[in-house]
């Protein structure tokens, strides 16, 4: 630092020159200097300074020039102690402060009642012959009036740095030419009696009279000036606006109190002329200014012609212009530049950040959904953003659902007076919603955080709920939001786990998206048209399911969590499969985020013989809210089990299978072989012409993704054409015998961001492709960071290629793969290309599906439209919104694909639930706290903590149901499960044959009556993957009702 000291001080010897040469001239202004230097203190910078003087420090002139530069200090200091007088201060505080706000407030309206009184008394210009008489006390009044004026004006030239030139202004003169006359002519009054008959009895001085409204005009442009303290906030919009309306305004009044005077003193020369009203002059006025009107009024003198001649030209040229200027505000003002104003006892919430009409309705169709009850109805809200609303916002905006409960208002909330139009104050909940695709994720983050800071700081008790896109940058959200929901994080994770569990992102939508009661019965009702789609109706079914937060009555106490999950899957229907726990412990802060590390709250999925306090909050899937009051209020106790090894519910698998279940396996023994394809195809019957309007007609795909129509001879076909165009580098060499692994697939031109969280999964130590090879096949070229980071993970190689291209896929040996994940490209959203976004997304899937056939396959989707141009038409018509059918799609009902968009309901879920996405955490990035393979970016909970609780947490699994209980209902399975295998289903995963090909798609939480089929896959939590390999050592525990 000592070497930039004697640059600074050079800057300050020359300002210290400058200001000695100036210091004579500018006495009324202190100069912007320390307070605090010394002679010794100079003399030390001074020899600071030395080494870089032209001039020799021991000369004569260096030696005067220290002498100058010690006496101005000097003088500085005595003029910096000197104390400013009292008029300074006064004008200082007037100029700075609300006071001289309020003098400026006090002015114009006395020149308003200035004018109205002069408008009043218009109505007693009569002749001198009148037999009516001007009143005194509106001589007087106008007088009092007139003299107040002056009197509160004489301060400001008092108190202005130069009074003369003040006096003299524009603004003093109009003063000065609007008062003196009625004084004067008051005055007069003592001596002259004409004054008495007529107002306009004063001669001359009444033609000064009208003056008084230009004093007005801009005593009012003054009030509403643009100044930090001004007593009226307006937008610069509405400013010039008002100054628009004034300026028309008063210069119509000034030419109509012209005009008016003329007429009288016409019919004062004249008798014949008629002398008119002010109401018929402003009239006129307004009439010849704006469409050009003829009149009797004939000017006889150059005064009047004068007047008549500026009617004119104002009427030609300023006031159609100014009129036109105000049209065309008013045309473009945006009626989105409004206020929140709010009812009494209705709480609202602010939806803000950076969205799209997509994020913007997923989110206003989730919270306003009926299935989230009374909170639904009782609360409005107000979405700000910077722009005007795009054509789609302001369409569905303008439904019914909508147009009363939703306010749409321009602002940032950066700004203070934005908080204030939306009522930041009062809000109940602010939501923060960002790009889904973004390449500047850092820039879209820094943005929220500043979003986040801006509303806490207005209003520290507001719950805040933000989404953003770079795990790094949530920890800023630590302290400053309630639940935050990492886009790259949740994203990359869902994917991940839909390759190890197929369908997990599907089933996570599901279990997050509120759907209607009537949704669900139209949904039915046109399945059950169809005899064919009974598997159709166990979907929609399955859809009605979400997660509810539940308390546990005092039955539950004492039993352990999976006693309680079995006995209130039997009677109330629901899957009782994960519990938190709220626990003070050292480091941890209340008001933290859920999932951090410094959060009191912990989620365990399936602690298995954890016992019920009552004190924990359940999480269910069920398909009502009820389940919450029915856990509150239950009275029945879960009794201990048998013994499976010794009751004589038990029983082995040598003895169900000696039964009569060969019959039930042969049953479906035509599907038990067969291969699941990557993508479903479902050819909807058109067979029943009744009900060929209740759904969608058969359509050739767009892209076919179903094997089923493959033969050997085309897929050998298209390998050998791919294989001829493949040109060998020594950069394969290492992958040209691998099998059974997976590829990613990513068409941008950089390499993607946060692979280390998606391969981090796939590399948990339970998960079935924790040891398959892994290529990612990428246009981009990776830093070395990026190398090292996912050099860790083991077995994941990088091929610089492009999937769009079949010999890039043939290079990563996709005929041998066992999955493919296909990543859309984000700069195809940044460049608006709404119709063709996820094309290139597309391509490579069939690419992919040209080149195998046998491999699942995961498409991560733009916009949820897409879903429809993989595989083939809608099994089931929805009437209702597009989300709707959406979900009914065949790819989304098998789990190949997904989208980004979806997690806007999961934000909105936390409204109404806020452990929604600290479940999906747990549920996506399950490893175990010794388990080194979960990437850094992803916060962990207090594991150690978790480890001396001795609370298990487990693990989603996807497995075959176990073959003794095909043909079994699935509560027989769940029973086994809960008891033999500590695990808690929570699902299935089918297959069916429809058309010749199959489908598959989820069961959300089945029905204890259905029937379990040799195809079916569970979904299910555990601590570890289940055994059904055991023989006839492995247990059956078959549900009796006598347990219970």
Not at 112 to 130: G, H, P
Not at 326 to 348: A, D, M, P, V
Not at 530 to 544: D, Q, R, S, T, V
């Amino acid at each position: 630092m000592s070497e930039n000291t004697p640059l600074l001080q050079n800057e300050q010897d020359d300002f210290a020159s400058s200001s000695s040469a100036n210091i004579g001239s500018n006495k009324s202004r202190p100069q912007l200097r320390p307070k605090n230097y010394s002679y010794d203190d100079g003399i030390k910078r001074r020899n600071l300074h030395q080494p870089y003087q032209s001039i020799p420090a021991g000369s004569a002139i260096a030696s005067e020039r220290d002498e100058a530069w010690v006496k101005n200090q000097k003088e500085f200091i005595s003029m910096s102690s000197k104390k400013a007088s009292y008029r300074k201060r006064l004008a200082f505080t007037c100029d700075t402060s609300r006071i001289g706000r309020f003098w400026e407030l006090f002015d114009a309206m006395l020149s308003a009642m200035f004018v109205i009184l002069y408008i009043w008394n218009t109505q007693y210009v009569k002749l001198d012959t009148s037999e009516e008489a001007f009143p005194f006390a509106l001589q007087t009044a106008d007088f009092v009036l007139a003299t107040t004026i002056f009197i509160q004006y004489i301060p400001h030239i008092w108190l202005d740095k130069e009074p003369f030139q003040y006096m003299i202004n524009f603004f003093s003169i109009l003063t000065w030419v609007s008062v003196f006359p009625v004084m004067a002519a008051y005055i007069l009054t003592i001596f002259d009696d004409v004054m008495d008959n007529t107002y306009m009895g004063a001669g001359i001085l009444v033609y000064i009279y009208p003056l008084r409204f230009i004093r007005l005009h801009l005593a009012v442009q003054i009030v509403f000036a643009p100044v930090k303290s001004s007593l009226f906030k307006f937008s610069k919009i509405m400013r010039k606006g008002i100054r628009l309306v004034t300026a028309i305004l008063f210069t119509f009044l000034t030419v109509t109190a012209f005009i008016h005077l003329v007429t009288f003193k016409q019919s004062s020369d004249n008798k014949d002329i008629e002398n008119i009203s002010f109401s018929d002059a402003f009239y006129f006025t307004v009439l010849s200014s704006t469409n050009g009107m003829s009149t009797d009024l004939v000017p006889d003198s150059a005064f009047t012609r004068a007047v008549i001649l500026y009617v004119m030209i104002a009427g030609a040229l300023f006031i159609p212009t100014a009129l036109s200027e105000l049209l065309t505000l008013i045309q473009e003002r945006s009626k989105y530049n409004h206020s929140y104003k709010g009812e009494k006892y209705k709480e609202h919430i602010i939806v803000t950040g950076n969205f799209d009409a997509t994020s913007l309705f997923e989110f206003l169709r989730e919270f306003f959904c009926l299935d989230h009850g009374l909170a639904t109805m009782n609360t409005f809200v107000v979405i700000m953003h910077p722009d005007e609303p795009d054509e789609e916002i302001v369409e569905f905006l303008e439904d019914p659902a909508f147009i009363s409960r939703v306010q749409y208002i321009k602002g940032t909330p950066t700004w203070q007076r934005s908080l204030e139009k939306i009522r930041a104050d009062t809000a109940s909940a602010a939501f923060l919603l960002t790009k889904k695709f973004s390449d500047s994720g850092d820039e879209d983050d820094a943005s929220q955080i500043m979003r986040a800071l801006a509303i806490k700081k207005y209003n520290r008790r507001l719950a805040l709920y933000a989404q953003v896109n770079l795990p790094e940058n949530v920890p800023h959200f630590d302290f400053l939001a309630k639940d935050v929901i990492c886009i790259d994080e949740i994203s990359m994770g869902l994917m991940a786990q839909s390759l190890v569990v197929p369908g997990f992102a599907s089933l996570v939508v599901l279990l997050t998206t509120s759907i209607t009661d009537n949704t669900v019965r139209n949904l039915l009702h046109n399945a059950k048209r169809k005899p064919n789609l009974n598997w159709a109706m166990e979907y929609i079914y399955g859809m009605k399911h979400e997660i509810y937060a539940v308390t546990f009555s005092e039955a539950f106490v004492g039993s352990t969590f999976l006693e309680c999950s079995e006995l209130i899957y039997n009677r109330l229907g629901a899957v009782l499969f994960s519990i938190g726990i709220y626990k003070i412990t050292e480091g941890c802060f209340p008001n933290s985020q859920l999932g951090s590390d410094t959060s009191p709250f912990q989620i365990f999925l399936n602690p298995q013989n954890y016992k019920i306090k009552g004190n924990e909050i359940g999480f269910v899937i069920c398909d009502n809210a009820e389940i919450s009051l029915k856990m509150a209020t239950f009275t029945e106790r879960a009794k201990r089990w048998y013994d499976p090894y010794t009751s004589v519910l038990a029983k082995s698998a040598h003895n169900i299978l000696s039964g009569d279940n060969d019959n039930s396996k042969s049953k479906l023994k035509d599907n038990n072989n067969r291969s699941l394809s990557s993508f479903t195809r479902v050819n909807v019957d058109n067979d029943d012409e009744e009900a060929e309007s209740d759904l969608e007609e058969s359509e050739i795909p767009l892209i076919p993704l179903c094997n089923a129509k493959s033969n050997d001879e085309i897929l050998r076909k298209n390998l050998l054409k791919a294989a001829a165009n493949c040109i060998d580098s020594d950069d394969d060499s290492e992958i040209k015998d691998i099998k059974d692994h997976i590829i990613i697939c990513d068409q941008s031109k950089d390499f993607p961001e946060n692979l280390d969280i998606f391969i981090s999964v796939l590399r948990e130590k339970n998960s079935v492709c924790h040891g398959m090879p892994i290529i990612i096949l990428s246009n981009g070229k990776p830093d070395d960071t990026d190398k090292r980071i996912l050099k860790k993970y083991g077995q994941v190689y990088i091929v610089k290629g492009s999937p769009l291209r079949r010999r890039d896929l043939y290079r990563v040996r996709v005929n041998y793969a066992k999955k493919c994940v296909v990543l859309s490209d984000s700069t195809n959203c940044e460049q608006n290309l709404y119709g063709t976004a996820d094309a290139a997304s597309l391509m490579i899937a069939l690419n992919i599906e040209s080149l195998t056939s046998d491999c699942y396959v995961l498409v991560e989707c733009i916009y949820r439209e897409t879903f429809k141009m993989i595989g083939e038409s809608d099994s089931v018509k929805s009437d209702e919104e597009d989300y709707i059918q959406a979900l009914m799609r065949p790819s989304f009902m098998a789990g190949n694909v997904f989208t980004p968009c979806n997690l806007d309901t999961m934000l909105c879920q936390c409204f109404y639930n806020r452990h929604i996405p600290l479940i999906m955490k747990h549920l996506i990035f399950s490893h175990d706290a010794d388990d080194d393979m979960l990437s850094p970016k992803i916060e962990r909970q207090l594991n150690k903590e978790r480890r001396d609780s001795g609370i298990n947490s487990g693990h989603l699994f996807y497995v075959d149901v176990p073959s003794v209980f095909i043909g079994q209902k699935y509560i027989d399975l769940y029973s086994h499960l809960v008891r033999a295998h500590q695990a808690v289903p929570l699902g299935l995963y089918r297959t069916v044959s429809h058309k010749g090909g199959p489908h598959n798609y989820i069961f959300v939480n089945p029905d204890k009556d259905t029937m379990l089929r040799n195809d079916d896959k569970i979904y299910l939590i555990a601590s570890k993957l289940p055994n059904f390999m055991s023989g006839t050592n492995d247990p059956i525990i078959i549900r009796d009702e006598i347990e219970f």
